[in-house]
């Protein structure tokens, strides 16, 4: 005989049951908005702005990743899996490369746009 579950019924046959995490991860960044979304844009083409609470934001790969941005930090926020962490991962690594060549970047993005 053969049984079928998903992980909604974890609970109903054990005493296991399943769980979500949503992780923040605040750094200090003080790039213009602007060369923010140039650049995170290019990681992920659907990159959409939005408001959050008032804050402009930036939401990206299908809604996975929301990131808050104010005028010395960023919030990245997402629900924990493997391929959301590593989405993170990437816009991350982005927004570091942009705090530390923010002139050079800008200057590259400019010539892109022209």
Known sequence: RLFTST???LNNY???STTSVTERQ???CTVPSHLLLHYLTQLSPDTTP????????LRMFD???TICHSFDSVT????SDGVNDMYAD???SV???LSTDTKKLESAAEVKQE
């Open 7 to 9: 992980f909604t019924d």
């Open 14 to 16: 054990t005493e296991l």
């Open 26 to 28: 605040k750094l200090h």
């Open 50 to 57: 939005i408001m959050v609470h008032g804050q402009q934001a």
């Open 63 to 65: 809604g996975a990743i």
């Open 76 to 79: 990245i926020e997402w629900v």
């Open 90 to 92: 990437a816009v991350l």
């Open 95 to 97: 927004i570091l490369k």
